[in-house]
């Protein structure tokens, strides 16, 4: 049921944070409205967006404090000053021990440097797909595959293969203690104003299929070259590997365990639409 | 396909094999001209090249390179535009290979207009970018651009260009394919046959994960469209050979065997 009960937030400057689940702490980055986005909802004619109200699609990172610490991914180069000071507020005194990207795309790592000069021991961990690291200046990091595990003390991470990806270095992560699948550029969603940093179950509106297709008729514009039967049979398969497993995207809110099982059945009819009908844009 | 210990050798001295000497940047007509870089994968060699035109005012350089390249694509650049530098650079899209020099060649050459597709440049690291649309018809520097959509692609704002006056379309990661060491210089025809059709494959199978799901008729479908409406004397990728006018019909067919057997690694079709 949605609640009306304020998020735990704290501002930090133009960006926010809060705790999502034990040991997951997100830090969001809004980025500025989305007007062309809001209109597309608007004739789209859904009822989950009220107008004038403003739109997001996020970038999202997410800090995991066991005995270690981990910070999966950083944010866009835009929002260096929103990251820093809640990770320095979250940690404390307490060292960054890993910093994990999921992919060196640049709203995702675009503050990979200043975290490693703020942290200077902190491990970068990288995926170990794909072959140009040396690209990326990502030869000399920690690489990880669907074989790896670390133990934060208390959390554990893996790095599933990115099942939904756009580029070939590329990973997903799963923590095991929570249950929480961390899906990047996939199940990614717009919010508005009196939404950020809440979960889907504290919010009143819904996340349906149109709301879904919204973001990924955009960032998966290659659903509009597919077979949908392939990629909705990949879909089968991560619900009955991750079944029960939290979700948490980098570009929407994170949906709990509890309330998952229908998303990936959602996300099957965003595949058979932007097959039938075509991208919807650029984000 | 070439091994390891042979894709080790570098390219950094390629060598015209018809010339002899050092090539800096290769013509490609109409004033363009390919600036060739590449990494050794395993596989091969993969392109991670560069391509400038001249423009009633000035030079545009297409995408800029990696910043594993760096001084050697500055060098080459100056003595392209006898140490002008270039006036602006359109951006296929803000991945780290493509965009990765901006700001150095920002510092070496002043703050050059710098065109890109991204919806919100600020989030991509670009808030000094003039942004462009899919559809766009755009002038830069007095020459016209039409701004295209990608049926191969990495990132979701990528945007391919049709130059007008040389019939050249730049395809930032479409196009790929992976050469032999030593073989960094010349054009995707006159590539050895052998392991051609092979680089072709490699490419987009390690280059375009999502790849695996595709329809293959879908994708060719969609670029054969766009080769009707925007006929090219050029293909020009970033990670593979320029492909002439008289090669793209084996391009092709290459291409469509290679998303065939891509799309068959990931279950039936049916």
Excluded at chain 1, 145 to 170: Q, S
Excluded at chain 1, 259 to 273: F, H, K, L, S
Excluded at chain 2, 171 to 192: T, Y
Aim: proline share 7%; net charge negative; hydrophobic share 40%.
């Amino acid at each position: 049921m949605p609640t009306e009960t304020p998020a735990p937030t704290a501002r930090t400057e133009a960006g926010w944070r809060r705790d999502v689940w034990p040991g997951i702490h997100w830090i969001q980055e809004l980025g500025g409205h989305r007007a062309g986005i809001a209109r597309a909802v608007l004739e789209s004619g859904a009822d989950w967006y009220k107008p004038g109200n403003e739109l997001y699609v996020p970038q999202n990172a997410y800090l995991l404090t066991g005995e270690r610490t981990l910070l999966w991914d950083t944010l866009s180069p835009a929002s260096g000053h929103i990251l820093l000071p809640a990770l320095e507020e979250l940690l404390g005194e307490r060292p960054l021990d890993y910093l994990a990207l999921s992919h060196p795309d640049v709203p995702h790592a675009g503050n990979t440097m200043q975290v490693l000069r703020r942290y200077p021991d902190c491990q970068l961990v990288a995926p170990a797909a794909g072959e140009t690291h040396a690209l990326y200046h990502l030869d000399d990091a920690m690489k990880v595959g669907p074989e790896d595990e670390i133990d934060l003390g208390g959390l554990r991470v893996r790095f599933p293969e990115a099942t939904f990806l756009d580029a070939a270095i590329h990973t997903w992560m799963s923590e095991e203690t929570t249950r929480t699948l961390f899906t990047v550029d996939w199940m990614g969603f717009p919010h508005q104003s009196g939404e950020s940093l809440r979960r889907t179950d504290e919010i009143a509106t819904v996340v349906d299929v149109g709301r879904l297709e919204e973001f990924h008729s955009r960032v998966m514009f290659w659903f509009q070259y597919v077979h949908p039967h392939k990629v909705t049979a990949a879909t089968d398969a991560l619900a009955v590997q991750f079944a029960g497993y939290g979700l948490a995207p980098a570009h929407g809110l994170p949906i709990p365990g509890a309330d998952a099982a229908p998303y990936y059945e959602r996300m099957n009819e965003v595949v058979r639409r932007v097959a039938a009908g075509g991208r919807g844009g650029v984000l | 396909m070439w091994r390891r210990a042979d894709a080790g050798a570098s390219c950094e001295r390629a060598r015209s094999p018809e010339r002899g000497r050092t090539v800096s940047v290769i013509d490609l007509g109409g004033g363009v001209s390919w600036v060739h870089e590449s990494f050794p994968e395993t596989n091969g060699h993969i392109h991670v090249s560069v391509y400038l035109v001249d423009a009633p005012e000035g030079a545009i350089l297409m995408d800029s390179g990696s910043f594993h390249h760096r001084q050697r694509l500055a060098d080459r650049i100056h003595d392209a535009t006898a140490g002008r530098g270039i006036g602006a650079i359109i951006l296929s899209h803000s991945d780290y290979p493509h965009s990765g020099n901006i700001p150095a060649f920002r510092r070496d050459w002043g703050d050059f207009e710098i065109i890109a597709s991204c919806g919100d440049p600020d989030l991509q690291g670009l808030p000094y970018a003039r942004r462009t649309k899919i559809g766009d018809v755009t002038e830069v520097l007095g020459r016209r651009f039409v701004v295209l959509d990608p049926p191969l692609a990495d990132r979701n704002h990528t945007t391919w260009v049709y130059d007008e006056a040389s019939r050249t379309l730049f395809v930032a990661d479409g196009f790929g394919a992976l050469h032999a060491p030593g073989a960094c210089d010349v054009d995707w025809g006159r590539l050895p046959e052998e392991g051609r059709a092979e680089g072709v494959h490699e490419f987009h199978a390690q280059t375009l994960p999502w790849l695996r799901y595709a329809d293959p008729n879908r994708v060719m479908g969609a670029l054969h469209a766009m080769l009707e409406r925007h006929p090219p004397a050029w293909i020009a990728p970033i990670h593979g050979p320029p492909i002439a006018e008289a090669d793209v019909d084996r391009y092709m067919a290459d291409l469509s065997d290679a998303l065939t057997r891509i799309a068959a690694s990931c279950g039936s079709s049916e």
